[in-house]
């Protein structure tokens, strides 16, 4: 998590402190109610973590999330390919996949899109009131 903490990209920093929660007790927290959690390497390197945290069980929702070094622009083709898949196995297992993206995060948002999420208009969300789009996207 040390790792992650000192090389994520500027864009999931500022995302992560725009919620208003401290950045090690976010990501201690995100890594510690994922159902899934999954790490991606190139190179011997760390470029991203991923997974899923349940909302509702009993609904069967989860919150996908992701946190990415500078890393993924040099392997974000390869990073796409293998997102879409695990996204499209997600979309077999879970009634609904729902989380928040930060406004000013433009290349996230343009990636939900591409991975088949529906993104909702901003509001003021979390402790700052900063914007944010729900992204959803329904179970087979």
């Not at 991606?40 to 991203?48: E, H, I, M, N, S």
């Not at 979390?126 to 944010?132: A, D, N, P």
Request: include cysteine; glycine fraction near 6%; charged fraction near 20%.
């Amino acid at each position: 998590m040390v790792d992650m903490m000192s090389s994520m990209r500027d864009a999931d920093r500022a995302e992560l402190i725009a919620t208003g929660v401290p950045l090690d007790v976010g990501m201690e927290f995100t890594f510690r109610t994922a159902v899934e959690a999954y790490a991606g390497f190139a190179d011997g390197k760390l470029v991203c973590v991923f997974g899923v945290s349940y909302i509702n069980r009993i609904a069967n929702s989860v919150a996908p999330w992701n946190i990415a070094t500078d890393l993924i622009n040099r392997y974000q083709f390869q990073f796409a390919r293998r997102n879409k898949s695990m996204i499209m196995s997600w979309k077999n297992k879970y009634s609904i996949m729902r989380n928040y993206v930060h406004a000013n995060n433009k290349l996230s948002i343009k990636w939900l899109g591409w991975l088949g999420f529906t993104i909702h208009e901003a509001k003021p969300m979390f402790r700052y009131g900063e914007l944010f789009h729900e992204f959803t996207m329904r179970g087979n």
